[in-house]
């Protein structure tokens, strides 16, 4: 059985003239041909095989991981002249059976004269015959043969490759088409697919579209039999005695019926018996006696629409029944679905194409929360659950959402933490307390201004943003995974409970004291108090300092103006840092009503109004979010001076100019 895919059976069929120029041959973008009449043949590098290309911008750098170059061959029908540059000499077209000899297709034109059909490539017509290559004849097994050369008066079964009209590549225009044969009127199933890769039976057109007086021949890389004579896909599954196990979780699943039915192609990636041996015993039973565990199972290796081995040169996620998605991929070591190996390529059927795998692809709905958080590499989460023996709580809690730190989140945790999580299993509990939240989140429960119950009595705040979601402070990273018991997010930050509110912060910060008072002074001290989801902009006392004492006073005792004046440091919405666009701006307005602008600058420095500084992002409050800024937010209705003489010395350039501005 081969392992890896035949290259001469993955790349693009067709003699076109293409315009690609004869600068740089290996690699590249457009190139026109060296003369008249040729045509541009890739090459992939170890194989000494060459190619006719179809009709593309330009060719494929990689098929299957491996580098292609493009040379120049004479196209069909043309040949060279000593002296002329190109191929200028025309060639006098010839009938069909005169076509398969000018193509060198000698073991078709002996089969068909022995098959004594050569009247009708000869002088019939007009047809479209897809002629096996020499190798595709050799290759064929003697079951075939058999067929192809019957000993009870049967048609020969190369009329099969014989279908009445003129159908050019241009011809098969969708994904999956059938056309009537001149063999006991049996259909053939054409399937044409992205880069110009077409199948005929899952047998690759490796040369299209060459033209005889009497019709059209597509040489093909396979003898093929007719698809009423290989049975629907579950008739196929249950004659190989290599799928049994799948056998039992069809019959348990009642999905047998699906894969029985007319009309509609599916691709089905079927795992073999030693595939579901690799499962863990609890899983494997849970397949072949739970009905709904064992359809959620196989819905997820069945993908709509007809993909034979061949139409994939490059990676291509598919979806499959129950909406998953399976990344099908060409490698240098052979077709992956996933990371399962395809071992059985392209066993046709008649109602679609069966690959067998050597894994079981389990979707995430089968899986425990715990496989989920392996597969989405937080490793440091996962180890020091293990490490404090708590393991359990991520495999047997149910109706539960988790949440995962990455490993950088972990290592950027104070190392007085790390060592906690690592050595007191009691630190390591509470921090699943609080990234165990109660109920199973899906994507359209993530909805903005929610608040979700944990294992203590701090909640979780999640803020939905036009390019993610935040949870607390952290930026949830990929997509929600859903299990059975569960869902579980990946973040980008350890989540630490809040204990404080915002005004409690600002009382509690030496750095903040000055704005503590304005708060206090202003009234609004009550507001940063009670709970809400806001934003406060706190400007340290040096800020503070670089406004003149005068002015300071004067506003400081008029408590309609202090009030506005810290009315323009909050916002009525919590804004975490990853909410802000790493390369475009983010405006709000503040409670007092003026524009208030993020940014980063070119060092990644968050800033406010562009020159406000913030120099401490997203310390969590009970009630919303602070982040230390080194300036005052001014009112955009001030002008002049503002601040102390002897700091304008030192602020000649970014805040001399944001003096002017505001």
């Not at 990676?315 to 399976?326: C, E, F, I, P, Y």
């Amino acid at each position: 059985m081969k392992t890896m895919p035949s290259v001469s059976r993955l790349l693009l069929g067709a003699c076109i003239l293409l315009a690609v120029s004869t600068m740089g041959r290996r690699n590249g973008g457009t190139r026109e041909p060296p003369g008249p009449n040729m045509c541009m043949v890739q090459e992939v590098y170890g194989t000494g095989e060459k190619f006719f290309t179809h009709c593309v911008a330009k060719h494929l750098k990689m098929i299957c991981e491996r580098p292609t170059f493009v040379s120049w061959d004479c196209c069909s029908g043309y040949d060279r002249e000593r002296g002329q540059q190109g191929c200028t000499k025309e060639k006098p077209l010839g009938n069909l059976l005169d076509t398969a000899k000018e193509l060198g297709l000698r073991q078709f034109t002996e089969r068909a004269a022995m098959a004594n059909l050569t009247d009708l490539l000869e002088n019939q017509g007009a047809f479209t015959v897809f002629a096996p290559s020499d190798t595709a004849f050799r290759e064929s097994t003697a079951y075939e043969k058999s067929l192809l050369h019957p000993t009870d008066g049967s048609p020969s079964l190369l009329l099969y490759h014989i279908a009445p009209g003129k159908l050019s590549l241009n011809t098969f225009r969708n994904r999956n088409q059938e056309f009537v044969t001149i063999y006991q009127d049996k259909k053939i199933r054409v399937n044409k697919y992205a880069y110009g890769v077409a199948t005929v039976n899952c047998a690759r057109i490796i040369r299209p579209d060459e033209k005889g007086t009497n019709g059209v021949m597509h040489v093909i890389d396979k003898v093929v039999k007719p698809l009423e004579l290989q049975g629907n896909m579950a008739e196929r599954i249950f004659s190989d005695d290599r799928y049994s196990k799948f056998q039992m979780a069809l019959f348990v699943s009642d999905m047998v019926n699906q894969l029985r039915q007319t009309g509609k192609g599916y691709t089905l990636l079927a795992p073999t018996n030693s595939a579901f041996a690799k499962l863990p015993s609890e899983l494997l039973d849970r397949i072949l006696t739970d009905a709904d565990t064992a359809e959620k199972v196989i819905r997820h290796h069945v993908v709509k629409g007809v993909y034979c081995g061949d139409a994939i040169v490059v990676s291509v996620g598919l979806k499959t029944l129950d909406d998953g998605r399976v990344l099908f991929r060409c490698t240098k070591q052979g077709l992956l679905a996933n990371n399962a190996r395809v071992v059985d390529q392209d066993l046709v059927a008649s109602n679609g194409v069966i690959h067998g795998i050597d894994e079981v692809l389990l979707p995430d709905s089968v899986k425990e929360p715990s496989d989920l958080l392996d597969e989405m590499h937080v490793k440091r989460f996962m180890e020091l659950t293990r490490r404090a023996g708590l393991e359990y709580r991520l495999r047997n809690d149910s109706n539960v959402t988790i949440f995962a730190p990455t490993d950088e989140a972990i290592n950027a945790l104070p190392s007085r933490a790390r060592a906690a999580l690592t050595n007191e299993p009691l630190a390591m509990s509470r921090l699943l307390d609080y990234h165990i939240v109660k109920g199973k989140l899906t994507e359209n429960r993530l909805i903005g201004d929610l608040e979700l119950d944990t294992g203590i009595s701090a909640k979780i705040k999640v803020n939905v943003f036009r390019n993610g979601v935040a949870i607390n402070t952290a930026k949830a990273l990929g997509p929600l995974r859903e299990c059975d018991k569960g869902s579980v997010q990946k973040i980008n930050k350890v989540l630490v409970p809040p204990e404080k509110t915002l005004m409690e912060l600002i009382g509690d910060d030496r750095d903040l004291s000055m704005f503590k008072q304005a708060v206090e002074s202003s009234g609004l001290s009550d507001l940063l108090l009670r709970e809400g989801r806001f934003t406060v902009l706190a400007p340290t006392n040096r800020a503070f300092s670089y406004l003149n004492q005068w002015r300071l006073d004067q506003m400081m005792n008029n408590p309609a103006r202090l009030k506005k004046f810290v009315g323009r440091h909050i916002i009525n919405r919590m804004i975490a840092e990853c909410e802000i666009p790493a390369s475009s701006t983010y405006g709000i307005q503040s409670r007092q009503g003026d524009l208030t602008v993020f940014n980063y600058d070119t060092r990644g420095n968050l800033l406010v109004n562009d020159l406000i500084k913030v120099t401490q992002t997203d310390t969590l409050a009970l009630n919303g979010v602070l982040h230390k800024i080194d300036d005052v937010m001014k009112c955009s209705c001030e002008r002049g001076v503002t601040m102390s003489p002897k700091y304008q010395h030192r602020t000649r350039g970014r805040r001399h100019y944001h003096r002017l501005r505001h």
